[in-house]
């Protein structure tokens, strides 16, 4: 990629928008196939990590699944809220994996995941803009209490229950 292919990924990662008519940046499949690749090489970088990735105590995630049967009847604001709730708990857990594993070899692992994560959410924010609340439940959560079962969820929720809202949203 050329120094101006790789300023204009820089831009939208960043959210500056390149011209006001186009379309958000998370609907170039490239950019959500970027999130999805660094979160399944950050689960793979874990492989036979064992006790050093043990969580002291269970963390939050997202529920990946999707449940097909329900998901077309979602409002789109529903959908959203599903979908920016599982980002937020997402990014909380991998804060607060940060806090519990203070391993030095870990770090730059988990200052990738949460910086992917937070770029992720403002992305969301700008293709989603204002979310009202809507009477859907808030999303599910599981508990973890390994970092690579962490990285698993985070990379399952990108390429399953995201990508899907991706595709509805960026279709209208």
């Known amino acids: 990629m050329g120094a101006v292919g790789l300023c204009a990924l820089l831009l939208m990662l960043l959210g500056v928008p390149g011209r006001p008519d186009g379309p958000p940046p998370l609907c170039d499949p490239r950019v959500m196939e970027r999130f999805i690749l660094e979160a399944r090489d950050a689960e793979r970088g874990l492989a036979g990590c064992g006790p050093p990735c043990d969580l002291p105590e269970a963390v939050a995630v997202p529920y990946p699944g999707v449940n097909f049967n329900e998901w077309p009847r979602m409002e789109g604001a529903a959908r959203a809220q599903d979908v920016r709730g599982g980002v937020?708990?997402?990014?909380?857990?991998?804060?607060?994996?940060?806090?519990?594993?203070?391993?030095?070899?870990?770090?730059?692992?988990?200052?990738?995941?949460?910086?992917?994560?937070?770029?992720?959410?403002?992305?969301?924010?700008?293709l989603t803009g204002k979310v009202t609340p809507s009477s859907a439940p808030p999303p599910r959560q599981w508990q973890v209490r390994s970092l690579g079962r962490l990285l698993a969820v985070h990379s399952s929720f990108l390429h399953g229950k995201v990508r899907l809202f991706l595709t509805d949203a960026c279709r209208q």
């Open 88 to 126: 937020a708990t997402l990014v909380a857990a991998v804060q607060r994996a940060r806090e519990l594993l203070p391993d030095p070899r870990l770090r730059p692992l988990l200052e990738r995941a949460n910086s992917a994560a937070r770029s992720l959410a403002r992305l969301l924010r700008g």
